[in-house]
């Protein structure tokens, strides 16, 4: 059965995808007590990185967002994949996005935005939560973005 946070995220015309499997030595989520938390996930389908390189240079600032929302994607897989269903998230507590800038780009807050927005539209008032949005110089397998999300859950 279609959770009711699927079913939001369908109306704004995305999909859950399968979880994509680590790139490393390391679990791609974890849940500690009511936190669920993801590794970075980065903007790939299946195994293909979607999004590549710098913005500011070789992205601008909306494909940036639509990488954040990607990961965002990825990240709500995770999360799935731990606890079952999205309707058990409670709520979004943490956004931590980390976007590969050129020299001089400074709408790092823009990029993660993409993502930011798919959570509200996702769970609402609920999916509302602190973040934090970095300028990295390199990111894992040239990845345009690279993000974190911390989940309550409940029972």
Same mark, same amino acid.
């Given at each position: ?113 993409? @993502? ?26 040239? @990845? ?12």
């Amino acid at each position: 059965m279609t959770s009711t946070v699927e079913q939001r995220l369908k109306q704004h015309g995305h999909d859950v995808p399968v979880p994509p499997e680590a790139i490393g030595f390391y679990v791609p989520v974890l849940r500690t007590g009511n936190l669920v938390i993801t590794s970075g996930q980065l903007p790939v389908i299946g195994k293909e990185l979607m999004f590549k390189g710098k913005l500011g240079r070789e992205l601008h600032e909306e494909e940036g967002a639509n990488a954040a929302r990607l990961c965002a994607l990825n990240a709500l897989a995770q999360i799935k994949s731990c606890i079952g269903n999205l309707d058990r998230v409670t709520r979004i507590v943490r956004v931590e996005g980390y976007v590969q800038s050129a020299e001089g780009f400074t709408k790092q807050p823009a990029v993660i935005n993409g @993502a930011s927005e798919l959570l509200v539209q996702a769970f609402g008032e609920a999916g509302k939560h602190t973040r934090i949005a970095v300028g990295a110089n390199e990111l894992p397998i040239n @990845a345009a973005v690279e993000l974190v999300v911390w989940a309550e859950v409940g029972d």
